[in-house]
C-alpha cells in the first residue's frame, strides 16, 4: 500500500496542474478554485477506491474520466451551466455539445498550461504570491509545501494565494497568450518567476532540505514548454533554460550522504551530468541570436564555465569579466558578493577585502561567509568572527553544519 500510495502522490504532482488548466480554460479562469476543489475530490477518491479495488491498469486514464464526470456535475448543478455560462456564449448548444467533454489531449493540456503560466505570472500580482501560485496551480506543489518552501504556515499561504485569485478575478484576466505588442514585456514576468522558482529549488530556504530538486525540475519543464512556442521560444528563453542546465548537471554533486553541502571546489567533477552540460550548451547557442543580451545570458556563461574541469587565472578571469557585465545589466547584492569572490580568485585576498568590506551587507549569510573566506589566511580571529557571524543568520541545518566544519578547520 505504501507504494501505491506514493504513485498516487506522484500522479498527483504530474497531473493536479494539467486538469486545473485544462478546467480553466474551458470555463473561465474566474472557476480556478473550483478546479482545484474537482481535482483534489478526485484524487481523494481515487485513494478511497484503488485501496479497495486495487490501481487501474490506466491511471492517468481513471483520474481524467472521475475529473471529467465532477466537473460537469458541478456546472450543471443548481442551473450554474444554464444560468451563468450559456447566455455569454454565442451558441449554447455548441457549447453544449462541447461540455460533454473535457478535452485532455496532449495539445490541449500543452496549451491550456501555456496560457495558464501568463495568467498566474500577471504582473498585478505580487512576485512573492505569483510564486506561490505558480507552486500551486503550476506544478501541483500542496500547500504544506509552498509553507514550507516561505518558511511560512499553511493559513498565510491560503491567504496570500486567495488575495492572488481574488486579483485575477477583479482583473478579469483571462487565459490567453498575451497580444504580440505585450507578449515580449509580460515574457519577461514569466522568465523571472521560473528564474525564481529555479532558485529557490536550488538553493531551498526549507529546515529540512538544502535542495528541492523537484522544484528545479518544475522550473525547468515550464521553460522549456516556452521554447514550444513560437513567440516565446526567443533567446533569452533558450537562455535561461541553459543556465537552468548547467545548475542541474552538478546536482548530484552538490550533496553528501548526509545531505550536507559540498562546496564547489571540493565536488567530485565525475558525479557532473555530462548529459545536461550538452544540453545546456545546445540551449547557449540557440540563446546567440539577436541583439538583445539579458542577465540570463550573462548568467548561463558564468554557469557553462564552472562545468569546465579547468579552473586557472584565465577561466576566471573572464568570470570576473562576466560579473562585471551583469552588474551593469542587473545589479543585486548577491551579483556584487559573487563578483567579489572573482575578484578574490584573480587579483587576492587583500584586493578582494577593499571591495567586500563597501558592500555592508550586514543581514546576509553570504556576505558573512565571504568575509570569513577572505580573512582565512590573513587574519584567523577576525575569520572566525565572520563565520560566527553567518553561523547566527544561517537558516538551515545544513548551512549550520557547513559553518561549524569552517570554524573548526580555523582551529
Known sequence: ????????????????????????????????????????????????????????????????????????????????????????????????????????????????????????????????????????????????????????????????????????????????????????????????????????GYYSKTQNEVLRKDFCLEAMRLCLQLTDYDKTNLPKTNALLALMCFHASRFSARLASDDSYILYENQDQQLWDVALIKQGMHFLTLSATGSDLSSYHVEARIASLHCQKEDGKEKWEEILHLYNQLLFINYSPAVALNRTFALYKVYGAQTALAEAEKLKLETSYFFFILLGELYKNIDGENAKANFLKAYSLAQTKADKQLLQQKIDGLA
Open 1 to 200: 500500500m505504501m507504494q501505491e500510495n506514493e504513485t498516487l502522490q506522484q500522479l498527483f504532482q504530474k497531473e493536479f496542474s494539467k486538469i486545473v488548466a485544462v478546467i480553466s480554460k474551458q470555463f473561465g479562469l474566474q472557476h480556478i478554485e473550483i478546479a482545484e476543489d474537482i481535482v483534489s475530490e478526485t484524487f481523494l477518491q481515487a485513494l478511497e477506491t484503488w485501496k479497495n479495488k486495487g490501481t487501474p491498469a490506466n491511471p492517468t486514464a481513471w483520474i481524467y474520466k472521475v475529473a471529467q464526470r465532477k466537473t460537469l456535475y458541478h456546472f450543471r448543478r443548481g442551473k450554474i451551466f444554464d444560468q451563468k455560462i450559456v447566455p455569454s456564449l454565442k451558441s449554447a448548444q455548441e457549447k453544449n455539445d462541447e461540455i460533454a467533454t473535457l478535452d485532455f489531449s496532449p495539445q490541449n493540456i500543452k496549451d491550456s498550461q501555456l496560457q495558464m503560466l501568463f495568467a498566474v505570472c500577471n504582473p498585478a500580482i505580487a512576485s512573492e504570491a505569483q510564486i506561490g501560485l505558480a507552486l500551486r496551480i503550476l506544478c501541483g506543489f500542496s500547500i504544506g509545501e509552498i509553507a514550507e518552501a516561505f518558511l511560512s504556515n499553511e493559513e498565510t499561504i491560503k491567504k496570500r494565494l486567495f488575495r492572488a485569485k481574488e486579483k485575477l478575478r477583479a482583473d478579469k484576466v483571462k487565459m490567453e497568450l498575451p497580444s504580440a505588442k505585450e507578449i515580449d514585456q509580460r515574457l519577461d514576468n514569466v522568465l523571472h518567476i521560473i528564474y525564481l522558482l529555479f532558485t529557490e
